[in-house]
């Protein structure tokens, strides 16, 4: 994934860090219903196209078709 071009809002993107961490300490869920993922939201920080670095949620990227 790092190294990768995503399109953001039709932009090209580069993905500089992803980091990929398993929650520590989860809760026990009170209701058998609840449930918490094992791993946090992915949030990457890219390099848009003007050379800016923002951090923001993975999800929303879309892959770059060739």
Same mark, same amino acid.
């Given at each position: 994934? /790092?190294?990768? *071009?995503?399109?953001?809002?039709?932009? !090209? $993107?580069? $993905?500089?860090?992803? !980091?990929?961490?398993?929650?520590?300490? #989860?809760? *026990? !869920?009170?209701?058998?219903?609840?449930?918490?993922?094992?791993?946090?939201?992915?949030?990457?920080? /890219?390099?848009?196209?003007?050379?800016?670095?923002?951090?923001?949620?993975?999800?929303?990227?879309? #892959?770059? *078709?060739?």
């Amino acid at each position: 994934m /790092i190294g990768r *071009t995503y399109l953001e809002a039709g932009q !090209p $993107v580069v $993905v500089q860090v992803a !980091p990929y961490e398993k929650r520590a300490g #989860r809760p *026990t !869920p009170r209701f058998p219903l609840v449930r918490v993922g094992d791993y946090a939201p992915r949030n990457v920080l /890219i390099r848009r196209a003007g050379g800016e670095l923002v951090v923001r949620p993975f999800r929303g990227l879309r #892959r770059l *078709t060739p």
